[in-house]
C-alpha cells in the first residue's frame, strides 16, 4: 500500500530563511586573533547499521541500494500505527559490539532502551527509541596520524544504538511538505566522542578515519553523500592561558562531506572568536551550516535533558550479553585496517596506492574472493583502475559494483594461463559492468577471443619477421648491444594485434628474431 503523509511547511520555509545580518565573517585563521584562541570540537556520528532489516521491524533496510517509491519500505511499526510493537534485530546489535571493539570499547554486559520524545513530522511515535541511560557500549578511542606526522588519541564517549527518523522532502510541492517513511526506524549506530579535538584538520582525519574502519569490518557501508553517515559538530573556543573551563558550545546539525565539516568548523569557532572578542555571549544553541554561502545560522536554542522528556522503553526488555557471547564476536572479527595495509604491502607485495584505494573503498572481501589463488598484485589493479573507473563513471559507489567477485577471479584464471591478454580483460570488465552476466569464459568463446598458443605465436613471429626486414637501422643498433630499439618493436606487434597478445611473449620472440637476424 502506498503512503501519503503531508504537513504544512510555512513555519518550517520561515525557520530556514537565513537572517538579513547574518553576513560572511571573515576568517583569520593564520592571524594573531586566532593565536589567542583554541578550538575544541567534539563530534556525535549517525552511522547506518548494515543490515538487512530495520532495528524494530522486518521492512527492508535501504542501505544506499538505490532509489525506491516513497513509503514503499515501511512497515506498520515504521509507520507507528496503534497495537504494533518493536522487536530488536539481532544482527544490529552484534555489529554495534564488533563495532565496539574494533574502536577498544568496552561492551557492557547489560544495556538498556529509552523514549526520547520530540515532535518532527517524519517521526511517527512522538518519539525516537534510543539508549540514554545504558548504551551498549562505553568508552575506547582512535588513534589518528595527521598530516605533519603528529599522532592524536581521540577518546570515545559511547556507542548506542538507536533508530532513524523518515525524511521530510520540501521542493517537490509549492505549499506542502511531503514525508517519506522509507528511513524511518532504520537501524543507527551514534558514535560519541570525547571533545578531544582541536582543528578541523583532526575532525576531518576522524571522520575518515572512522568510515574507512566501519567499511573494513563490515558494520556500516558510511556513504555520506546517500545518508548513511551523518555528522554532528560540538564548537566551542577557549583562550590558551585558560585550561579549566571550556567555552559556550553550539551543535551544527546533519553535516553530509568532510568539506561542509571543515568548513563548518572554521567558519564557527571564528564566529565564536569574533562575539567575545566584542564583548557578546556566545549562545547554547542548534546552528545549520548552508554550503551555498559557507556560514552558520540558528536554528533553535539547545534543549535540555528535560526537553526530551526521557523515559525507559516499555515495549523493550534489556539487553543481556553473556561473556561467552562477546568473545564469540570478538573472536571472528576481521584484522583492521593498519594491519591490513602492512600485510599486502610486505606479503602480497601491492603497490600503497593500490592498499588505499581497497581500504578506503570497502572494498577488501571483494579483493579477497577475486584474488583467491591468483596474482593478487594484478588482479588488485584490474579492481583500483578498471572497475572503480567505471563505477566512478556511472555514479554507483563502490559498495554496489555490479561484477561478482567471482567473476573477475575466472577473469584472472585466464588471464594468467594465457587464454586471453590484460586488454581482453579490460573488455570483459566493460561487458559486465553494462549487465552482461554471463561466465567470462562463455563470452569468450562467443566472441572468438581466445588465444592458440601456436598459432599466435606464428603470427607474432611472421610480423617481427616483416619489421625487421623493413628496419635495417634499428636492427644494426640492436646488433650494437642498444637493446632501446627493443619496445619499438614490441610496440607495432601489441597495436597490430589491438593489444590482444601477451607482451612477454611478444618480447621473447621479437627478442630471437632480432639475434638471428
Known amino acids: 500500500i502506498m503512503l501519503s503523509f503531508i504537513c504544512g511547511k510555512s513555519s518550517l520555509r520561515s525557520s530556514l530563511v537565513p537572517h538579513r545580518r547574518i553576513q560572511r565573517i571573515e576568517r583569520r585563521w593564520n592571524g594573531t586573533l586566532q593565536n589567542k584562541w583554541e578550538t575544541v570540537v567534539g563530534l556525535e556520528i549517525h552511522a547506518q547499521i548494515a543490515t538487512q532489516s530495520k532495528l524494530f521491524s522486518d521492512a527492508p533496510n535501504q542501505n544506499g541500494e538505490g532509489y525506491a517509491l516513497p513509503n514503499t519500505k515501511a512497515s506498520l511499526m515504521d509507520t507507528a500505527l496503534p497495537g504494533t510493537l518493536p522487536v530488536l534485530n539481532r544482527n544490529c546489535v552484534d555489529n554495534a559490539i564488533r563495532t565496539g571493539i574494533a574502536l577498544n570499547s568496552k561492551v557492557n554486559r547489560t544495556s538498556s ?37 603528529e ?48 582543528s578541523s584538520e583532526e575532525a576531518a582525519a576522524f571522520v575518515s578515519k572512522l568510515q574507512e574502519l566501519l567499511r573494513h569490518i563490515g558494520t556500516s557501508n558510511a556513504n555520506m553523500d546517500l545518508g548513511e553517515f551523518r555528522c554532528d559538530v560540538n564548537v566551542s573556543v577557549h583562550r590558551f592561558d585558560d585550561h579549566t573551563t571550556l567555552g559556550v558550545r553550539t551543535e551544527l546539525k546533519n553535516l553530509n562531506s568532510i568539506r561542509f565539516i571543515t568548513k563548518a568548523i572554521e567558519y564557527e569557532a571564528q564566529r ?80 600503497p ?3 588505499e584505494v581497497l581500504i578506503q573503498s570497502g572494498t577488501i572481501r571483494y579483493f579477497e574472493e577475486a584474488s583467491k589463488g591468483r596474482n593478487p598484485k594484478k588482479t588488485a589493479a584490474f579492481i583500483t583502475n578498471d572497475i572503480f573507473g567505471l563505477t566512478r563513471s556511472k555514479g554507483l559507489p563502490f559498495s554496489q559494483i555490479p561484477i561478482p ?10 588471464i594468467e594461463e594465457g587464454s586471453i591478454t590484460t586488454q581482453t580483460g579490460k573488455d570483459l570488465i566493460a561487458l559486465m559492468m553494462e549487465g552482461e552476466k554471463r561466465h567470462p569464459k562463455e563470452i569468450v568463446e562467443e566472441k572468438g577471443w581466445r588465444l592458440s598458443k601456436q598459432s599466435l605465436d606464428d603470427s607474432i613471429t611472421k610480423l617481427a619477421k616483416e619489421l625487421v626486414a623493413a628496419n635495417p637501422p634499428e636492427v644494426a643498433k640492436w646488433k650494437q648491444g642498444k637493446q632501446k630499439v ?27 628474431v632480432l639475434d638471428e637476424a
Do not use: W
Not at 165 to 193: C, F, Y
Not at 272 to 277: P, Q
Not at 301 to 325: G, T, V, W
Open 151 to 198: 599522532k592524536r588519541r581521540v577518546e570515545i564517549s559511547h556507542i548506542q544504538l538507536e533508530q532513524d527518523s523518515g525524511k521530510s522532502i520540501h521542493d517537490q510541492h509549492p505549499d506542502l511538505s511531503l514525508i517519506d517513511l522509507n528511513r524511518a526506524g532504520a537501524p543507527l549506530m551514534e558514535i560519541v566522542t570525547r571533545p578531544d579535538l582541536r
Open 405 to 414: 567477485a567471482s567473476r573477475i577471479n575466472e577473469m584472472m584464471e585466464m
Open 353 to 355: 596506492y593500490d592498499v
Open 113 to 149: 532502551f529509552d523514549r526520547k520524545h520530540y515532535f518532527y513530522c517524519d517521526l511517527p511515535h512522538g518519539f525516537q527509541i534510543t539508549q540514554h541511560r545504558e548504551p551498549i557500549v562505553t568508552g575506547g578511542y582512535l588513534d589518528l596520524k595527521l598530516k605533519n606526522e
Open 486 to 512: 627493443l619496445p619499438f618493436f614490441v610496440g607495432q606487434i601489441i597495436k597490430a594485434n589491438q593489444g590482444k597478445v601477451n607482451p612477454q611473449s611478444v618480447t621473447d620472440i621479437v627478442k630471437k
Open 272 to 351: 565564536h572568536i569574533d562575539l567575545m572578542e566584542n564583548g557578546e555571549t556566545v549562545k547554547r544553541e542548534t546552528r545549520f551550516f548552508d554550503p551555498s554561502t559557507g556560514t552558520t545560522y540558528s536554528l533553535r536554542r539547545k534543549e535540555d535533558e528535560a526537553d526530551y522528556r526521557f523515559m525507559p522503553e516499555p515495549d523493550l526488555p534489556p539487553i543481556h550479553l553473556s561473556e561467552e557471547y562477546i568473545e564469540n564476536i570478538k573472536s571472528n572479527m576481521p584484522e583492521l585496517p593498519d594491519v591490513t595495509r602492512e600485510r599486502y604491502v610486505k606479503e602480497l607485495g601491492l603497490l
